[in-house]
């Protein structure tokens, strides 16, 4: 659980931060470089089309898929024990701010167990991206999600 943690906070971090692209303890790598910047591949969702947002399922994520934007990070390091969480993809969700209990909208396009954790890599409506703990998200409803789309 302690390298989970550390895992969480490394992609906080490099979420967070610009122009680093590689951890030193462990070896969760989020590309932020300037050629991603190029690419336009974080820019806002429509939420009219939110189960559009392209995603990558039954597999972890690689590098090549961080750079297309289809995931938020991905390991490298083969001795990290991590698996893909069965589930479809994307979800729409609730980040839940355990301090202010506030709650903000997300597309979830990545899940995955790592070691004893679940870790999920979402893109917020406006175009930022970020990861969590799957417990720190509300997967929205059918009806939650006709509410908040207005479809």
């Known amino acids: 659980m302690t390298k989970s943690i550390l895992i969480i906070i490394s992609l906080f971090l490099l979420t967070n931060c610009s122009d680093n692209n590689k951890t030193s ?5 989020n590309d932020t470089t300037s050629d991603m910047a190029d690419t336009n591949l974080w820019t806002a969702i429509d939420i009219k089309s939110w189960d559009k947002t392209q995603v990558i399922t039954d597999r972890v994520a690689t590098e090549d898929d961080v750079k297309k934007g289809l995931a938020v990070y991905y390991i490298d390091d083969n001795s990290v024990d991590h698996s893909p969480y069965k589930t479809t993809l994307p979800k729409l969700a609730y980040l839940i ?7 903000e909208l997300v597309i979830v396009i990545q899940i995955e167990i790592v070691q ?3 870790v999920a890599g979402f893109k917020n409506i406006d175009g930022r991206k970020g990861a969590c703990m799957l417990y720190e998200l509300k997967f929205l409803n059918d009806e939650k999600i006709k509410s908040v789309t207005g479809q």
């Open 116 to 118: 004893k954790d679940t």
């Open 25 to 29: 303890d462990n070896a969760v790598t």
């Open 97 to 103: 701010n355990a301090d202010t209990k506030k709650e």
